[in-house]
C-alpha cells in the first residue's frame, strides 16, 4: 500500500511568493494532519481535517497560511506571502480515526521549504 | 496545555548495550501513546504504540507505561549503530491530535 504522498519533495522560493504544498493521505484514512518542524520548535501542529472538514486551526501562524481538504484523499497547504521564517520542513500525516484509541499516525517524506 | 516532555539528549550508548529513552505527559486524560523514530533528513516513523499499563515487546523494542507516574518509556536492547536516530514520544486521548514531545536523540557508538 502507498502511503501518504506529499509534493514537492524540496521547495525554494524567494521571499513574497505563493507556495502550495500538497498532501495524498493513506487511502481509508479519515484525518489529516499538517506539521511544521524546525531545530527551534520541534514538530508543531498546524491544522488537522477530520472527514475533510477542519477541525482546529489554532496551530496555524499567520493568515498567511491557509489548508483546504477538498476531497478524501487530497489536501493542500498555501503560504501567501512566503517569508524567510516559514522555512522549514512541512510534514503531512493521516490516521483512521475512530471512537477507540487506536488512532496511530502515519507520516509522509515531507517537503523542505527554503524560502531566500 | 498539554505537554510531553522528553530529555533532548544526546543519549550515547554502545553498541549491543540497552538503550533506554523516557517521557512523561502532563494530560491524565491521555490514554494513547506512541514512539516514533526519527532518522536525519527523514519522517517520523511509527515504531510502537502502547495503550495499557505494563509492557509492550516487540522484537529488540519494549514499550513501558504507567498512567499513575505519566510515565512512558522505550527501551532498546542490543543497540545498533542503525538504532542511532532522534526518538519522539507522542500521546492523545480519543480523537484529539498527538503531542510530541520535542524528542531525545540517541548515538549508538560502535
Known amino acids: 500500500d502507498a502511503g501518504v504522498i506529499q509534493s514537492p519533495r524540496h521547495e525554494v522560493t524567494e521571499m513574497g511568493q505563493e507556495v502550495t504544498l500538497r498532501c495524498k493521505p493513506i487511502s481509508g484514512h479519515n484525518s489529516l494532519f499538517w506539521y511544521r518542524q524546525t531545530m527551534m520548535r520541534g514538530l508543531e501542529l498546524l491544522i488537522y481535517?477530520?472527514?475533510?472538514?477542519?477541525?482546529?486551526d489554532s496551530g496555524m501562524p499567520e493568515d498567511r497560511f491557509s489548508a483546504k481538504m477538498p476531497n478524501a484523499s487530497f489536501s493542500t497547504l498555501k503560504i501567501q506571502p512566503s517569508e524567510p521564517r516559514d522555512s522549514a520542513v512541512y510534514f503531512c500525516a493521516s490516521s483512521r480515526s475512530t471512537s477507540g484509541r487506536r488512532n496511530e499516525q502515519f507520516f509522509g517524506p515531507g517537503t523542505r521549504l527554503t524560502v531566500l | 496545555q498539554k505537554e510531553v516532555e522528553q530529555n533532548s539528549g544526546p543519549l550515547s550508548v554502545p553498541e549491543g548495550a540497552i538503550a533506554s529513552l523516557n517521557c512523561t505527559y502532563s494530560?491524565?486524560?491521555?490514554?494513547?501513546f506512541f514512539w516514533y523514530r526519527q532518522y536525519s533528513g527523514k519522517s517520523p516513523e511509527l515504531i510502537m504504540s502502547?495503550?495499557?499499563?505494563g509492557d509492550k515487546e516487540d522484537g529488540r523494542f519494549t514499550a513501558q507505561l504507567n498512567k499513575a507516574s505519566q510515565y512512558v518509556s522505550l527501551l532498546i536492547r542490543d543497540s545498533q549503530p542503525s538504532d542511532s536516530a532522534t526518538y519522539l514520544c507522542?500521546?492523545?486521548?480519543?480523537?484529539?491530535?498527538?503531542?510530541f514531545g520535542k524528542g531525545t536523540r540517541l548515538s549508538v557508538i560502535a
Open positions: 502502547i495503550y495499557s499499563n
Open positions: 494530560d491524565r486524560g491521555s490514554q494513547s
Open positions: 481535517f477530520n472527514n475533510n472538514v477542519p477541525i482546529d
Open positions: 507522542a500521546a492523545n486521548s480519543g480523537n484529539t491530535p498527538l503531542v
